[in-house]
């Protein structure tokens, strides 16, 4: 009797510490490294990194370097002396060593790296006075919209292609050969064609942008239909299911992942692409913005230009990720 009721209080325990453990496994949803779905990052520490960033920018070229109005000072003394004279980086180098509060280099210096305080005052300057004859807005609509188009068009033409390659061996055969003869060869090197098919109007940067999001939509779509696994079909087609059925029940919702990574993969290219293309020929935006200040000195407008192009890419990839947390809320989950 002894040994039956120890028996059954160890069972007892065993029972309840199994209870226990699965309560804590209900409770934490991550329990060993490797589930993906539950990284998430933390804003605090974003908002530290980038707060880092800032403050290093700032000591480089705040605290350090030249002193407030020195190197105008060191102008008007030079022309002075020396009234014929061109007053060089070299000069102001030499008058930065004769001053013990000035650590003046050519590599970072108020010319090559303007300071934050300088950036804001040239970003009141362009949303103001504007670039020109363009406000810093109208600059920045005016690339945002080329991307979105461009990638629109490519989403368009490049998922339905890719679908097709990942589903039948007639347009797998068909396109497979044109999609890996163009796909490594640079959107810019087309620039020279487009100019002379269709001048420097909006049209030939906009087939531009849709050539670089093409190629990218059309691998992704591919990949997200062979990512789908074989027992699903089979499973859809033992139910009774027919093939359209299939393909917008079964395939759509498993390749759906792989194309919105595509589509956030194209938006990158498409801002690298256009910026390229605006400095060949155009008359606003942020890529011919960025030239123009360039050839001017304007290292702050220069800037300017990188921090809202940054700033779009950041709100853009915002917004597909909760385009994909709405569309695929199964992701990562099984």
């Excluded at 990052?41 to 880092?52: D, F, M, P």
């Excluded at 108020?110 to 949303?127: G, M």
Aim: a positive charge; one cysteine or more; glycine letters at 8%.
């Amino acid at each position: 009797m002894k040994a039956l009721s120890g028996r059954r209080s160890s069972d007892f325990l065993r029972t309840l510490l199994l209870r226990s453990s699965r309560g804590a496994l209900n409770q934490r949803k991550t329990v060993t490294f490797g589930d993906g779905s539950a990284v998430a990052g933390k804003i605090l520490i974003s908002a530290a990194s980038v707060l880092v960033l800032l403050a290093i920018w700032w000591a480089v070229t705040y605290k350090w370097g030249l002193p407030s109005g020195f190197a105008e000072q060191a102008e008007r003394a030079d022309r002075i002396e020396n009234p014929e004279g061109r007053f060089s980086e070299t000069k102001l180098v030499r008058a930065c060593k004769a001053d013990p509060q000035c650590s003046y280099s050519q590599m970072f210096n108020h010319r090559t790296l303007p300071s934050p305080v300088n950036v804001l005052r040239a970003v009141n300057e362009l949303a103001t006075d504007g670039w020109r004859q363009n406000t810093l807005q109208a600059h920045t609509w005016a690339s945002l919209e080329r991307v979105l188009i461009g990638l629109l068009l490519g989403v368009l033409v490049g998922v339905p292609i890719g679908l097709a390659m990942g589903l039948s061996s007639f347009f797998k055969s068909v396109f497979d050969p044109i999609v890996e003869g163009f796909r490594p060869i640079p959107p810019l090197a087309f620039v020279p064609l487009l100019i002379i098919w269709f001048g420097i109007g909006e049209t030939s940067k906009i087939t531009l942008l849709f050539f670089a999001a093409l190629w990218i939509m059309i691998i992704g779509a591919r990949s997200g239909v062979l990512s789908v696994k074989l027992s699903k079909v089979h499973a859809a087609y033992s139910l009774g299911a027919s093939k359209p059925q299939v393909l917008t029940r079964v395939i759509l919702p498993n390749a759906l992942p792989e194309i919105l990574t595509a589509v956030r993969v194209s938006l990158g290219v498409c801002w690298g692409t256009l910026v390229a293309a605006e400095i060949v020929a155009a008359t606003e935006g942020l890529g011919f913005m960025i030239w123009d200040a360039q050839k001017k000195l304007r290292m702050d407008v220069v800037v300017v230009g990188i921090i809202v192009i940054g700033l779009m890419g950041v709100l853009l990839d915002m917004v597909m990720r909760k385009l994909e947390n709405w569309l695929i809320p199964w992701r990562g989950k099984g």
